[in-house]
């Protein structure tokens, strides 16, 4: 079956280093999202990619970098972690722009 | 002002009895909800969705009822399960930006066996 994939599921880091968040997917889709979920609020868009080569920032991107070499992953990058970035990160995918996405089971960063 | 939100953060029923999550939204130019459904360390999983030139849309033991004059959207479980309990929330496409989704909250269900 075809599947979103994220890894790694647990991440501790400092203050300060780069963190890169895997995300891999087996649907063939091409696009591709980042959300990041915090208590208090809904998913929160971060970047989002509609294709190869393409990226866009969504409206929490502050501090966070994609880039898609191919259709399967979209890495998210943390240049200077901060403490602000202590979240649970949720990759997302769509067959088309507005249908449904499907999402991975996430991964839950504490920066210290 | 409010985008999408829920009204109760939580909701405790009865093993056999029905719920109702409650959404509500503020931008008229929606045309398009997903209620999602999460389990504890899990990522979201879609239930149902409708679009906005419909009121209501059922499916296996789940109905989402859409009142656009109130702006309002309702996801109904039928006969609550124990697997039923999770957080659940709604998620809104806004028509005039680039088919994103906007994402409530969400409300926790806890089915009391």
């Known amino acids: 079956d075809a599947e979103i994939t994220q890894s790694p599921r647990h991440k501790i880091t400092e203050t300060g280093r780069q963190v890169t968040l895997a995300c891999h997917q087996t649907?063939?889709?091409?696009?591709m999202f980042w959300y990041r979920q915090d208590l208090g609020h809904g998913l929160r868009l971060i970047h989002y990619?509609?294709?190869?080569?393409?990226?866009n920032k969504g409206e929490v991107s502050d501090g966070y970098s994609v880039s898609r070499s191919n259709t399967e992953d979209l890495p998210l990058t943390l240049e200077s972690a901060a403490s602000s970035q202590t979240s649970v990160y949720f990759c997302?995918?769509?067959?088309?722009?507005?249908?449904?996405?499907?999402f991975g089971n996430g991964t839950r960063l504490t920066v210290t | 002002g409010e985008s999408v939100g829920l009204h109760l953060p939580t909701l405790s029923v009865q093993e056999g009895d029905n719920s109702i999550i409650n959404c509500a939204y503020s931008?008229?130019?929606?045309?398009?909800f997903i209620w999602y459904k999460q389990e504890s360390g899990k990522g979201p999983q879609f239930i149902i969705d409708?679009?906005?030139?419909?009121d209501k849309r059922q499916g296996q033991r789940v109905t989402v009822l859409l009142n656009k004059t109130v702006k309002h959207l309702s996801l109904q479980i039928a006969a609550t399960q124990p697997g039923d309990s999770a957080v659940y929330f709604c998620a809104e496409k806004w028509r005039n930006t680039g088919n994103q989704f906007y994402f409530g909250t969400g409300t926790s269900l806890t089915v009391i066996p």
């Open positions: 997302a995918s769509s067959e088309m722009k507005g249908s449904p996405l499907h």
């Open positions: 990619s509609y294709g190869v080569q393409d990226t």
């Open positions: 409708i679009r906005s030139n419909m």
């Open positions: 649907w063939n889709h091409n696009n």
């Open positions: 931008n008229s130019a929606s045309d398009y």
